[in-house]
C-alpha cells in the first residue's frame, strides 16, 4: 500500500500540474484576443525581445552559416560532390538550423529573463497589488509577452536566416574557392518559398512556447529568491525541450511525403 499511495501522489501531482498548465495557457490567449490592448507594454516587449536579440541571434547565426559551408565542404568532397554546398547551407538554415538557433538563443535570454522579472513581482506581492489595484495580471503581465514572441521571433529568424546563409557565402566564396556567381546562382535555384514559410511559421511556434513558459514559471513560483531562481531554470529548460520536440512535429508536418 505504500508503494501504491506513492505512485498515487506522482500521478496526481502530474495531473493537477497538467490542469495548472492547461488553465494558465487557455487564460492568456483569452486575454490575448479580448480589450483593452496595452499597446505600450506589447511595444516594450517588442523591443526587449526582438531589438536587443538581434547580437546574439546575428552572431550565432552568422557562425552556424559559417561552419555549415566548413563541413558540408568537408563531407561532399569526399563524393565528389561540392557543387551542393550551397544548396545545403541554405535549405539547413532556413528550414531548421535558424528557427532552432534563434529560439535556443532568446529562450535562454527571454525566457530566463521574464521568468526572473514575474517570479520576483510574485514573491514580493507585486502581483497581489496589481489586484487590488483592478488590474489583471494576466492583461498586464502575460499577454504583452506573448504577443510580443508571437510577433518578434519570425522577424528575428528572418534576420538570421539572411545572415546565417550570408556567412556560408563568404566562407564559400572567400575561404573555399567557389565562385560567388554560381554560388549565389545555386543558392537561389534551389531555395524554395515553402522553406522559408516553414522556418517562419516555427519561429511563431517557438516564440508563444518561449513567453508561455517563461510567464508560467514565473507567475507560479514562490520561495523567495530560491524559488525565482528555480523559476528561471524550468523556464529556459522546458522551453528549450519544447522546441526541440515542436521542431520536429513541425518539420514531419510540412515536409513529411
Not at 69 to 79: D, I, K, P, V, Y
Not at 150 to 172: H, K, Q, R, Y
Request: glycine letters at 10%; a positive charge.
Amino acid at each position: 500500500m505504500t508503494l501504491l499511495a506513492a505512485v498515487g501522489r506522482v500521478f496526481l501531482a502530474f495531473l493537477e500540474r497538467t490542469g495548472r498548465f492547461t488553465i494558465f495557457t487557455l487564460t492568456a490567449l483569452s486575454h490575448c484576443v479580448r480589450p483593452p490592448v496595452y499597446g505600450r507594454l506589447i511595444g516594450r516587449q517588442m523591443i526587449e525581445i526582438g531589438y536587443f536579440s538581434l547580437p546574439v541571434v546575428g552572431l550565432t547565426a552568422i557562425f552556424t552559416g559559417m561552419v555549415l559551408a566548413l563541413q558540408s565542404h568537408t563531407g561532399f568532397a569526399r563524393f565528389s560532390a561540392e557543387g551542393a554546398v550551397a544548396t545545403v547551407v541554405v535549405l539547413s538554415v532556413t528550414r531548421e538550423l535558424g528557427p532552432v538557433m534563434a529560439g535556443l538563443m532568446v529562450a535562454g535570454r527571454i525566457g530566463a529573463a521574464m521568468a526572473a522579472e514575474i517570479g520576483t513581482m510574485q514573491v514580493t506581492e507585486q502581483v497581489d497589488a496589481l489586484v487590488t489595484l483592478s488590474t489583471n495580471p494576466f492583461k498586464y503581465l502575460v499577454a504583452p509577452r506573448i504577443i510580443a514572441g508571437l510577433l518578434m521571433l519570425p522577424c528575428l529568424v528572418l534576420v538570421a536566416d539572411i545572415i546565417g546563409v550570408f556567412g556560408g557565402f563568404v566562407v564559400g566564396a572567400y575561404q573555399l574557392g567557389y565562385n560567388p556567381a554560381t554560388y549565389l546562382h545555386s543558392t537561389w535555384e534551389f531555395l524554395k518559398p515553402i522553406d522559408v514559410v516553414s522556418g517562419l511559421v516555427k519561429a511563431s511556434v517557438f516564440g508563444f512556447i518561449i513567453s508561455l513558459m517563461g510567464c508560467y514559471n514565473g507567475y507560479y513560483s514562490k520561495g523567495g529568491a530560491q524559488g525565482v531562481g528555480q523559476a528561471t531554470t524550468n523556464a529556459v529548460v522546458s522551453a528549450s525541450i519544447l522546441i526541440l520536440t515542436t521542431n520536429y512535429m513541425l518539420t514531419a508536418l510540412f515536409f513529411n511525403k
